[in-house]
């Protein structure tokens, strides 16, 4: 039973930083791919950023790209999204996701 939990979403100004995590547990994440999306009101679902565990290749959305960082701690079976210089419209609710098709229940980002 795979489980995908995330946490760390809140409330920053405009210019703050949060870092968001997903703990997963009866899941094989060795070989396969990880990423962050997230949804704003009233706008369709966005990749935000992948992580290969098999050797930690990532990438990016251009929007994000040297301000967010995505990571693994393989140890502790949790994904990390950094995110710095936040904006009010990366607003949005945030997921987690592994290949090929589990997915977690959201933590809400809110930029004010």
């Known amino acids: 039973h795979v489980q995908l939990v995330e946490s760390g979403g809140g409330s920053v100004q405009a210019g703050g930083s949060l870092r968001l995590s997903c703990a997963f547990s009866?899941?094989?994440?060795?070989?396969?791919?990880m990423a962050w999306f997230r949804r704003a009101p009233g706008k369709e679902r966005e990749g935000v950023a992948t992580?290969?565990?098999?050797?930690?290749?990532?990438s990016y959305a251009d929007s994000v790209k040297g301000r967010f960082t995505i990571s693994q701690d393989n140890a502790k079976n949790t994904l990390y999204l950094q995110m710095n210089s936040l904006k009010p419209d990366e607003t949005a609710m945030y997921y987690c996701?592994?290949?090929?098709?589990?997915w977690g229940q959201g933590t809400q980002v809110t930029v004010s």
């Open positions: 992580i290969y565990t098999g050797d930690g290749t990532t």
């Open positions: 996701a592994a290949q090929p098709y589990y």
């Open positions: 009866g899941y094989t994440y060795s070989g396969n791919c």
